[in-house]
């Protein structure tokens, strides 16, 4: 399901909080409100960190992660660094990478299986992202745009761009990244897609200007309206349990 | 024959550049835009054309090369030049008008998209400025005039008065707040002007004769007799911003150091809106500028000034204006900016 709301009046959703399979981080500095919603959504499932990188509260567009791992950028504080790596689970590996284009989330657009990155990426850095990550790095534009980070937000099940990206390059992407993709907006008529919204497989957080359309648009590309956290672990469920005695 | 009286020359204070981040990022807008614009021929003129649908074109004729020319070269930019153009407010405006009411109410986390929506609705009164033919369509400016009684069951509104309600500390007008937003709800327009800092001050008369000639209109012109009714406004209610000095000691107009105002009001017309109110009441905002103790900030709205504001102290303003004031107002902002050299 998709909730919206907003962020101390503002409705850049995915610029204060970074959403992935295994976990959820959110900015500081919040109203305890903005925290709350994530909690109640995700609680028992994923673990919901309070966080800055850098000092900052930009920790959204900061930051590039999925379920395998978190990369952040090089002013990203030891203590930060090092309160990550206590509050997110074990399998979780958290590395700080050294990288000119520091705005992590801007550059790196990701799920659990492959990256879009910008074109002027570094060489070891892709191969960072393919190790920490573990997924296929494209380097990609969108619509024109090099900022691929912030122009899609993409989950395993579906992914939503930049709403003049044109139908070519719609089905290059969908070809490549293997999953369903569709051109559209986010906070009534914003192109920053990733800055207004965060989504993983099961639900999605937008801002509060989203209108009705954008969220079944949405809902419907992510697949959202049948998903449940539980349908994710029952399936993981099955492929761990072997056989039974 | 008595010797007519010398209107009282106002000291021109400063106004304060970009403060807040959200100023900031505005004024850095407005001047991306009118940089992009130092191509265009056209000079300023100083007439405003009132269309009978409301519809104002305002172009002023005062080129802003003489306003610069005693600037001693701390005009980094250049002179630029640009026509504003004053349109109805339309749906598409919607992000321009959010972003320059972000801080309408502080801090405060309430329905502002609501809110502007209100705004944009309300196609016969209300203008924004913008650029004549901007392909990025950025605004300038909005200003518009909301009767308290229409929407007040809209949940922006209630937010609005429960605000308001909250941060006035002085008992005798919260009685007289309180009234306004229910007893005399249907004659209080609230006044609602946000621009960009540094939008010339040239702007200004025509843009509140604007409002002021659409309230009138909008009073024999609308269809229904609700309508009509709802835009005769006998107050006008006005929430907005100044900078006090930090040592005045809380009432306004109370000079604590000789050689600082005790006051700066951050839009010119405040002061005058101020002068002609029936009350006010300010309060402390939550969301304070950035100074550093050695900060000093020069701005070039009328004239050169360099400005420090670390003694000051961003404070709210809210202000309830008799509507048989206004042509007082209008006459003395007009002289207000003509006076400017």
Known sequence: ?????????NCEVGVFSKLTNAY???????SESFYSIFETELADVIPVVKTSIGGTRIIGRLCAGNKNGLLLPHNTTDQELQHLRNSLPDSVVVQRIEERLSALGNVIACNDHVALAHTDLDRETEELIADVLGVEVFRQTIAGNILVGSYCAL????????????????DELSTLLQIPLVAGTVNRGSEVIAAGMTVNDWTAFCGSDTTATELSVIESVFKLREAQPSAIVDEMRKSLIDSYV | MAPTAKRPRRKLVARPVTFSPFARSAAHIASAYMIKRQMIENKLHEFCQLTPNGECKCNDKRNIDETESDSDGESSEGVVQADFAFFDPKPDDFHGVKTLLQTFLDNKEWNLSGFVDLILEQTT????????DDDDDGLFSVVTALNLGRYKDHKCMKELEDYVLSVCHESNLVDQLRVLFSKKARDVGLLVSQRVVNLPAQLLPPLYDALFDEVSWAVEDEPTEQLRNSFRFKTYLIVTKIYMHKKANGKLGEK?????EPVIYVKAEDELFHEVSSWSFSFPLKIQHVTTSEASFSFHLFNQFTFFLKNYVSMGLVMAVEADKIPTFRKQLRSLIDDEP
């Open chain 2, 125 to 132: 009164v209300g203008t924004v400025a913008k650029l004549e």
């Open chain 1, 24 to 30: 959820c981080l959110v900015a500081i500095g919040g």
């Open chain 1, 155 to 170: 989950s395993n099940r579906g992914g939503l761009v930049h709403p003049h990206t044109s139908i070519e390059d719609l």
């Open chain 1, 1 to 9: 399901m998709a909730t919206r709301l907003q962020f101390e009046n």
């Open chain 2, 256 to 260: 604590a150091d000789s050689e600082e």
